[in-house]
């Protein structure tokens, strides 16, 4: 095993022979969507994405090496984790594994700040955690973008997790062996102008979705005759979304992100059988949406595999926005982000 450090994400130093590292990452909300897979088992994109990191619901995760336990152990807020969740946490850990060369089963601890059960992103920000923390504790040495390739892995939204601010997964090349096709899909940051954006999420409804993610992209990318072009017109949007974030344009960064969410969905209706995630309360707040626009505040929508709304503001206008989301959802839960920090680890101790 190696023992040079190198750097993560955010510039800590990562002792390459711990044994014990504790990791935090926040949720990112994607602006260009990843809707569909070309490969399951690499979880490999069919589309470029491309998000913001948030500034709230940070997770933190805690890897222990466990010499001496026969299985992993993995809580999340203190609740051991059972059935398909513990077994991606035990598959995620086994690659880890494989890449160091250790067969050290791992006390993994999670704690997540996200509202239980408000239906964000919490595997984006969970699996870029654990793959920081992981990496550390076995001695891995990964930089940024290893990291992300990593993260992908456990989760594919995980790997712009990795990253603050604006980051941009690339699908990479659909030709080659299955290491350049790993190698090639990995995510890292996106220069953007002068842009003081807020994302307000109306939380709509807080229960379980009903298809998961994973099920629903399946489903749409082999049943819908709308995802082929829903996917090319997707590279037009990335196109044209890292044009207006160059430019801190957020009038075009937000009807961008619009069309290519309201693209997304339109994908799942025409699905066989068909997906929908969007509730009539998800409409009720488009409708506030866009009376905002027409009273001149610059506010778009973008919604994921749930009913609940991220609206796309300037932080100056991001308390009115607000105020007329909670109007329009006054059962719901309205609550304001920033762009916030990539993945870092928190400490790490020698074996
Ligand atoms: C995204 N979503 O770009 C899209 C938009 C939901 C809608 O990434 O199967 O949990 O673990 O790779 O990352 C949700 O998908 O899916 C997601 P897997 P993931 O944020």
């Not at 260009?32 to 070309?38: Q, T």
């Not at 491309?50 to 890897?63: A, E, G, N, Q, Y």
């Not at 793959?131 to 550390?136: D, K, L, Q, T, Y």
Request: proline residues 6%; neutral net charge.
């Amino acid at each position: 095993m190696r023992a040079e450090h190198r750097n993560t994400p955010t510039g800590l130093r990562e002792p390459a022979t711990a044994g014990t590292a504790t990791a935090v990452a926040h949720p990112n909300i994607a602006l260009i969507k990843y809707w569909g897979k070309r490969d399951e088992r690499l979880v490999l994109p069919r589309t470029d994405s491309l998000s913001m990191t948030l500034d709230i619901f940070p997770t933190t995760t805690r890897v222990r090496l466990a010499p001496d336990r026969e299985h992993d152990a993995v809580t999340l807020d203190g609740v051991p984790l059972r059935g398909e969740a513990r077994r991606r946490v035990t598959a995620f850990l086994d690659l880890v594994r494989q890449r160091a060369g250790l067969a050290r089963r791992a006390v993994v601890d999670t704690e997540n700040t996200v509202p239980t059960g408000a239906g964000l992103a919490s595997s984006a920000s969970g699996f870029a955690a654990l793959a920081v923390a992981a990496a550390a504790a076995y001695g891995l040495g990964l930089d940024a973008a290893a990291l992300s390739r990593l993260a992908r892995r456990g989760s594919g939204s995980a790997s712009r997790s990795v990253f603050g601010g604006f980051a941009l997964w690339h699908a990479g090349p659909d030709t080659g062996t299955d290491e350049e096709a790993d190698l090639g899909s990995y995510a890292e940051p996106v220069p953007v102008g002068e842009l003081d954006p807020a994302l307000v999420i109306a939380v709509v409804h807080a229960g379980p979705k009903a298809v998961s993610s994973r099920e629903a992209m399946r489903r749409t990318v082999d049943t819908s005759p709308l995802y082929e072009p829903w996917a090319v017109s997707s590279k037009d949007d990335l196109a044209d979304m890292r044009v207006a974030l160059h430019r801190g344009d957020l009038d075009a960064v937000g009807e961008i992100a619009e069309r290519n969410a309201l693209g997304m969905h339109a994908t799942m209706l025409a699905a066989r059988p068909a997906v929908r995630y969007l509730a009539p309360a998800t409409l009720t707040v488009l409708d506030s949406v866009l009376q905002l626009r027409r009273d001149g505040v610059a506010a778009y929508a973008t919604m994921d595999a749930g009913p609940n709304v991220k609206v796309l503001c300037r932080r100056g206008d991001a308390d009115r926005v607000a105020g007329a989301l909670r109007g329009a959802v006054p059962d719901g839960q309205v609550l304001v982000a920033g762009p916030g920090p990539g993945a870092r680890l928190l400490c790490g101790e020698r074996r």
